[in-house]
């Protein structure tokens, strides 16, 4: 499998290098759907030139990212493209190790579940994959990563949410290796860049658990005991991380202005995102309250979800990187690449989606009208704001609905995995399912 | 009660000016402290002394410029610890204003138009477009934000301005450009504050209260051509204020306050004039000079005569013997002088008008040796770039310019994208200060040190992304545009001919304002024309819609996942029919088996 792969990273590199010789990557750089205020490479610059004029980058409202990011181009910033595109290929193999491990363990469970026999109704062996079924699936997850326009974008506008990706990627292989310090490391690192992927912390801990066989119960004292263990090793690497932010800096200004600003969304720059047309068009006395509400959606889900899905923390994990993407208050489309690269994982619950054909014409048409009407409302004048917002909420509306449906199909792939295919009423004639 | 008072002692005639504007307290109006007041204090009387002029410059472009200036001298001390209560020449309201903040400098102006150096030259006394205030606080104030920010209240009500509208979002603290003008012991910015207003639109109510704090108010001398209805039909008008401790000689043994009051304003003599070009005090101003202000110890008319030794251009009457010379703005000038003092200036009729009339159209005018000029590039609402264009007309001498933008928080300035090019190289600045600006608090402050070379055109650019800002925080009129404030560039230009050191010398109060310290060269202010941004602006007419659109598309995310997390799949069961059911309960009463 190495030679498949070893191509791709190739074909891929090529890409990206010459999309950084053409002229484009000016115009790529620019897109308010590719970076962000935190993450466009324009302000990471700006805080390494303010750095040589010897301002603190954190003194202004331009320079949003974290210590170590300003520190790690301060070295490498004549290196900067060869940086992104080594992000995105750690990211890509990161992808790939993990999702092989992941299906070989898929396998493994499936043939204890075959020991045990009459596990799963005899009707159901259409549902599960063999083994030579799932070959393709690491290279496939790989592909959609590397060959993903919104990721190809991202890299050569150089937005560090390459980085963060990186981060996060080598969160999950880590964690599906089985490694609780590394994973607690880098979802640390992944936290600190930005807040959000704190809610990978349940499936995480689930996927650990599950490796070492403690039982989620919370009665136990193993439960509790891993629980407290992972937790410290997480809080621990925190607590170094900010300090070691302070000592680079020497200040503490670089908590508003990060974390201060991801949380209160002053910069209302457009986005793909819910949250800039929302608070520039709020009433000033509701703000507040709406901001929590906004805040609170990303983090809301996390209990629910694993308490549904605490046998299958992977899937968890996917949809928690969706969520987290749909309502984060400054997205680019750099981070639905990495939710979408793990699509092919669940390539076996395509025969239970519902509107999969619907929700990928939106994606496309939306992806092509952002351009389009960015550039009738700023440069033409011939439209305005509404219509770039229509398209932001049609976009995020597809999104929501992508993935719900697969988690519709996944709950309902489990169920048939129980009670078998083909359904039959009780007077033997066909059944249909529904939600109750 | 004080001017009671001074009427029993019987030394002068007291006039109090604009007791109104700030009122004497209560206490004093009821006479509680009158034996305070009758204790005959063995302290000297504070000294006081006021002087008028007007200059006239014909300019080439056959525009006239008119600069009045007034200057109040005041020998006293506002920071002492008995407060200053006998005011004569001084407006009590700015006395007061300087004692209850704390003041050591005061420059205020407010300026209609746009002073167009390349065409008129420099002007005696330059300001910005819109309202200018810059303050130099006493070391002693603790808070000088919210004495700063009382202050600009304060001077609002005074000259019925809108400087209630500056605030931390417009106010910076610049680190050179802008030294105290008197006495300096200490030059920490940390005491000084600098805004500007670009869209202040200046105008009768700001004139009105200006007028009253000359001690003949506009009843006599000359303030009484200051009639709106003229002054503000014309192509530039500015008015300012300045307040600044000065020496009184050369040991600097003793200090006094100087207030000085100018007012500039050109004519644009082509538009009012019917075609003529001539012009007389009357036709400008629709009011001739009958004497002098009879509290000012000298009252003078100065017309600029240089390029006029020999009357080849324009005609001057009536014809005055007295001719004086003065240096200013680093050149040699010669001025007619009409000294109102002087009974024999007003002539048999007893009024003095003043008439030029123009012989030939041609003439040209020395090049002003610094002018600068600004813009905004670029197109679209996302990203721009200002640029700053300075000019060094100077054949052979390169000399340095302090260069300040002050520019708005929501046009995000990226400094990396700052260049300095002179003649197609880089020109790297000595000294650059940068502060970045704060959403919603503070601008971005750019100030640097540029050396310009010779005869050659300096570029300073800057790119900058213009912020979509909460639909509350925008202008009732946003797609006019935002305006950014004019770019400042001081410098010292090299002056061509000596320039006068001697601040104790007798001068013309125009040439005398912005103090030398050397005789080669000499100090300049310009100031660029305001910017107007155009901003991204969301839909005003949507609030409700957007949020219940947004709103919805949570909820639809919350909706659909709520569903899936709380029920479960079951098969479905049809429901049986109405009729049936009916039926099977009609059958269940009577006992009979039901209808399947």
Redesign the interface.
Known sequence: MAAPLTLLLVVAVTIRAALYRSSLAEVIAERVEVVSPITAWKRVIEGLALLDLGVSPYSGDVFHETPLVIYLFHFLVDYAEITFMLADVISAIALYLAVKEYNKQVVRKKQKFALEADRYPQDCLELIRSPKEMLYIPLKVAMFYLLNPFTILSCVAKSTCGLNNAVISLFILTTIKGNALLSAVFLCLATYQSIYPLTLCAPAMLYLMQRQYIPVNYRRASFWWFVVQYLFMYLGSLFVLICLSFFLLGSWDYLPSVYGFILSVPDLTPNIGLFWYFFAEMFEHFRLFFLCVFQINVFFYTVPLSIKLKDHPVFLMFMQLAVISIFKSYPTVGDIALYMALLPVWSHLHRFLRNIFLVSCVLLACSVLFPVLWHLWIYAGSANSNFYYAITLLFNVAQILLVSDYFYAFLRREHHLIHGLYLKKKDGSEATLVLK | MHSYFWLLIGRWEATEVDEAALGDSAADKLGVRASDTFVLTPTPQPKDDFQEELVIRPLHSGDIYASFQFRTLWETDFMRENKVSHYRLFPKSLGQVISKFSVRELHISFTQGYWRTMQWGQPFLPSPPGAELWVWFQDSVTDVDAAWKELTNVLSGIFCASLNFIDSTNTVQPSASFKPLGIVNETDHRFLRYATLPREIVCTENLTPWKKLLPCGSKAGLAVLLKSEKLFHSSFFSQTVHIRPVCQDRECKTTSWELRQTLNVVFDLHTSGQGKREWSLFKMFSRTLTEACPLASSSKIYIDVTDNPQEEYFELSPATPLLSQAVVLGDRRTFSVYDLTQQVTFGTVRSLNLLIRWKSTEGDMLRPLLHAERYVAG?????GEIHTVMYNNHPFRSFPVLLLDSVP?YL?L???TLTVTSKGKDNTPSY?H???????MRP?LLEMLVQLPPHSVTEVTVQF?R??????EYTPDPNHGFYVGSSVISALVPSSVAMDTNITQEQPLFSSFFPCKEESSYFVRVYTEPLLVNL????FS??YN??C??CT??A???G??Y???T???????PNPRLAKKIANFIRRIRGVPLLS
Request: glycine share 4%.
């Open positions: 197109y679209g609402l996302q990203t928080w995000r990226y400094i990396h650059i940068y502060q970045p600006s704060k959403d919603r971005h992304e912020a979509l800002l909460k639909w509350t991204p602006t969301p839909d949507m609030p957007v949020i659109l947004t598309v949570v639809v995310g919350y659909s996942l569903n899936l997390l029920r479960s799949f079951q098969i479905e069961e």
